[in-house]
């Protein structure tokens, strides 16, 4: 049991949780039927699971290196093989369930992991950071669709949608640690545009995807954008410019953290809700 929690507590819980909470929903408004659905949110979940291990099993001699003793896998005793082993079985039964639902889901599900596994492994040090995200993000919304019986990918809108999301979380996230990582020489994008610069760029890839969600989805429909729409997107850019301007003015700040993610849920919420309208 102990083993179980630590490697839990290992796999960043909340946004595991999170991104897969929002592949069910994107499951639930494209039309999945229920078996469907829970293949699919499993697969996600699992790929999450995989994902966040990896990142804390390659990280935690650095992590050790600096006495970050919130994670668990820097603990003396810690199960480290059983992380590594519990990382690549879980990578390979989330692309089997992926395939039960078709090989287009299994090969963009696969394109998601090796973003993510790509970025914990080498990338995250290398001016390439975001392209990890841009690229994982902006397949993810197509998970959905390729879940579908008739599979298909994403308008091109969800998938911008998707990259800008993916692009704020990586400028936000850093953000607690660009101190530690400067220790241990990790140097990705943020790191070298800084602080102001990284908050300003998330809030500006928000306000971007928000705008995509709401012009895409009428350009392709060749009809009014929906009273909806409106107010989802128009939510997403109340919060980010908020957050765009208190970090010109004062600076990042907690606030600028918080803003950053309480926009990216609802974008989030917009490209679920924007998609259900589509049907």
Same mark, same amino acid.
């Given at each position: 049991?102990?083993?179980?929690?630590?490697? &839990?507590?290992?796999?960043?819980?909340?946004? $595991?949780?999170?991104? $897969?909470?929002?592949?069910?929903?994107?499951? /639930?408004? @494209?039309?999945?039927?229920?078996?469907?659905?829970?293949?699919? #949110?499993?697969?996600?979940?699992?790929?999450?699971?995989?994902?966040?291990?990896?990142?804390?099993?390659?990280?935690?001699?650095?992590?050790? #290196?600096?006495?970050?003793?919130?994670? *668990?896998?820097?603990?003396?005793? !810690? *199960?480290?093989?059983?992380?590594?082993?519990?990382?690549?079985?879980?990578?390979?039964? =989330?692309?089997?369930?992926?395939?039960?639902?078709?090989?287009?889901?299994?090969?963009?599900?696969? @394109?998601?992991?090796?973003?993510?596994?790509?970025?914990?492994?080498?990338?995250?040090?290398?001016?390439?950071?975001?392209?990890?995200?841009? %690229?994982?993000?902006?397949?993810? *919304?197509?998970?959905?669709?390729?879940?579908?019986?008739?599979?298909?990918?994403?308008?091109?809108?969800?998938?911008?949608?998707?990259?800008?999301?993916? %692009?704020?979380?990586?400028?936000?996230?850093?953000?607690?640690?660009?101190?530690?990582?400067?220790?241990?020489? @990790?140097?990705?994008?943020?790191?070298?545009?800084? !602080?102001?610069?990284?908050?300003?760029?998330?809030?500006?890839?928000?306000?971007?995807?928000?705008?995509?969600?709401?012009?895409?989805?009428?350009? !392709?429909?060749?009809?009014?954008? !929906? =009273? #909806?729409? &409106?107010?989802?997107?128009?939510?997403?850019?109340?919060?980010?410019?908020?957050?765009?301007?208190? $970090?010109?003015?004062?600076?990042?700040?907690?606030?600028?953290?918080?803003?950053?993610?309480?926009?990216?849920? /609802? /974008?989030?919420?917009? /490209? %679920?809700? $924007? #998609? &259900?309208?589509?049907?």
């Amino acid at each position: 049991m102990r083993t179980a929690a630590i490697l &839990w507590r290992s796999t960043h819980p909340g946004p $595991t949780v999170v991104v $897969t909470i929002v592949a069910f929903a994107l499951g /639930l408004s @494209v039309g999945l039927d229920a078996g469907r659905l829970a293949i699919l #949110t499993g697969s996600v979940l699992l790929g999450q699971v995989s994902i966040g291990l990896s990142n804390d099993v390659i990280d935690a001699p650095r992590d050790r #290196t600096i006495g970050r003793r919130d994670k *668990p896998l820097t603990a003396d005793g !810690a *199960p480290v093989r059983a992380a590594w082993i519990s990382a690549f079985v879980a990578a390979i039964v =989330a692309l089997a369930l992926s395939a039960a639902l078709g090989w287009g889901l299994a090969l963009a599900h696969a @394109v998601f992991l090796a973003s993510g596994w790509a970025y914990n492994a080498r990338l995250k040090s290398t001016i390439w950071s975001a392209a990890c995200f841009v %690229v994982g993000f902006g397949t993810f *919304p197509s998970l959905a669709f390729l879940a579908l019986p008739d599979q298909r990918v994403a308008p091109l809108w969800a998938w911008i949608a998707g990259a800008t999301l993916g %692009v704020a979380i990586h400028f936000s996230n850093v953000l607690p640690d660009l101190e530690d990582d400067a220790r241990t020489g @990790v140097r990705g994008l943020p790191h070298r545009i800084g !602080a102001r610069g990284s908050s300003i760029i998330a809030f500006g890839a928000l306000i971007a995807g928000a705008a995509a969600a709401v012009v895409g989805p009428a350009l !392709a429909a060749g009809a009014p954008v !929906a =009273a #909806t729409s &409106w107010v989802a997107g128009g939510a997403v850019v109340a919060v980010s410019a908020w957050g765009l301007a208190a $970090t010109i003015t004062r600076g990042p700040s907690r606030l600028s953290f918080r803003l950053v993610m309480l926009s990216a849920l /609802l /974008l989030a919420a917009q /490209l %679920v809700v $924007t #998609t &259900w309208l589509g049907r």
